[in-house]
């Protein structure tokens, strides 16, 4: 396994754990009484690894939140009981239905380019988190309040974030990427900014994406004004019938991952300017 490096403490008591593969940030709250995980790794056996750290900090009973539910946040839960994992209720759904469906096809991907960790994610048992999360929930670690949030949709349907408020720390998960455009493949380009204003109203001192660097409200704030941009260019696209391929993509995101955020909003507006959900008879 690739090494991780140390946790880096954010504030007392709050740490982040910058992890390889996929430089994902593992956060690490202590209260008096319990701890939490935010985010579990991409395999079982990150998850062990990860869960070894932590109890190299505290002996306090440990518990995880899940940001949502792509393998590298999610696919370590086997380290703990499915009964202190928190999430939103789709992640636990998607991880439910779908989840041996995302593991093949990261094997398929990671295979060539990192057999390795194709191999630890095969080896892994996806763990549907007990603890289910609609908006918004207070989770009393004793002598330290955790806020476990979903904004609304983002960089995909299941987005939650965990809000140290003592600290003003924000755990941001997917919904910010610092070091590498934002990842649009299951995401809702339309809603995302709108998804963020609640986020930067907490006014954090640091927000932790999931992953790179630790950054702050002001790139959380341009990374929103980014997303609005690229928001309205698709709308105006999309009523003037440009089609995805030829789109001038003048937005701050390199072309491909632009391509995919705007075949992402065409599908999201096409749906819901002909009702494409409920299935039609023909004729
Ligand atoms: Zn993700
Ligand atoms: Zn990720």
Same mark, same amino acid.
């Given at each position: 396994?690739?090494? %991780?490096? +140390?946790?880096?403490?954010?504030?007392?008591?709050? &740490?982040?754990?910058?992890?390889?593969?996929?430089?994902?940030?593992?956060?690490?709250?202590?209260?008096?009484? @319990? /701890?939490?995980?935010?985010?579990?790794? #991409?395999?079982?056996?990150?998850?062990?690894?990860?869960?070894?750290? %932590?109890?190299?900090?505290?002996?306090?009973?440990?518990? +995880?939140?899940?940001?949502?539910?792509?393998?590298?946040?999610?696919?370590?839960?086997?380290?703990?009981?499915?009964?202190?994992?928190?999430?939103?209720?789709?992640? /636990? $759904?998607?991880? @439910?239905?779908?989840?041996?469906?995302?593991?093949?096809?990261?094997?398929?991907?990671?295979?060539?380019?990192?057999?390795?960790? #194709?191999?630890?994610?095969?080896?892994?048992?996806?763990?549907?988190?007990?603890?289910?999360?609609?908006?918004?929930?207070?989770?009393?670690?004793?002598? @330290?309040?955790?806020?476990?949030?979903?904004?609304?949709?983002?960089?995909?349907?299941?987005?939650?974030?965990?809000?140290?408020?003592?600290?003003?720390?924000?755990?941001?998960?997917?919904?910010?990427?610092?070091? %590498?455009?934002?990842?649009?493949?299951?995401?809702?380009?339309? $809603?995302?900014?709108?998804?963020? +204003?609640?986020?930067?109203?907490?006014?954090?001192?640091? *927000?932790?994406?999931?992953?790179?660097?630790? *950054?702050?409200? %002001?790139?959380?704030?341009?990374?929103?004004?980014?997303?609005?941009?690229?928001?309205?260019?698709?709308?105006?696209? &999309?009523?003037?019938?440009?089609?995805? /391929?030829?789109?001038?993509?003048?937005?701050?995101?390199?072309?491909?991952? /632009?391509?995919?955020?705007?075949?992402?909003?065409?599908?999201?507006?096409?749906a819901a300017s002909t009702g494409a959900w409920v299935e039609r008879q023909p004729?």
């Amino acid at each position: 396994m690739a090494p %991780a490096l +140390a946790w880096q403490e954010l504030a007392q008591g709050v &740490f982040v754990l910058p992890w390889e593969p996929f430089r994902l940030n593992v956060g690490l709250v202590l209260g008096q009484e @319990r /701890a939490i995980l935010i985010d579990t790794g #991409a395999s079982l056996d990150a998850g062990r690894e990860i869960v070894k750290l %932590a109890k190299s900090l505290t002996e306090l009973p440990l518990g +995880a939140v899940n940001s949502h539910d792509h393998f590298d946040h999610c696919f370590g839960n086997g380290a703990l009981d499915a009964e202190v994992i928190w999430s939103h209720r789709l992640c /636990a $759904e998607h991880l @439910r239905w779908d989840g041996e469906e995302q593991q093949r096809e990261v094997i398929s991907q990671l295979r060539s380019t990192d057999p390795e960790t #194709a191999e630890q994610v095969a080896a892994s048992t996806i763990v549907s988190p007990g603890c289910l999360i609609d908006d918004e929930v207070d989770l009393d670690l004793g002598e @330290r309040l955790v806020t476990l949030i979903h904004p609304g949709r983002g960089h995909t349907d299941n987005d939650v974030v965990a809000w140290v408020a003592g600290e003003r720390i924000l755990f941001a998960g997917d919904l910010v990427e610092e070091g %590498a455009p934002p990842s649009f493949e299951d995401s809702f380009p339309l $809603e995302w900014p709108d998804s963020l +204003a609640p986020l930067l109203a907490l006014d954090p001192d640091k *927000v932790v994406p999931g992953h790179g660097a630790v *950054v702050d409200a %002001a790139f959380m704030r341009r990374q929103q004004v980014d997303l609005q941009q690229l928001a309205d260019l698709a709308r105006k696209g &999309f009523r003037n019938s440009q089609r995805p /391929a030829e789109f001038d993509v003048d937005t701050a995101f390199p072309g491909r991952p /632009a391509q995919t955020a705007i075949r992402r909003a065409y599908s999201q507006l096409t749906a819901a300017s002909t009702g494409a959900w409920v299935e039609r008879q023909p004729g």
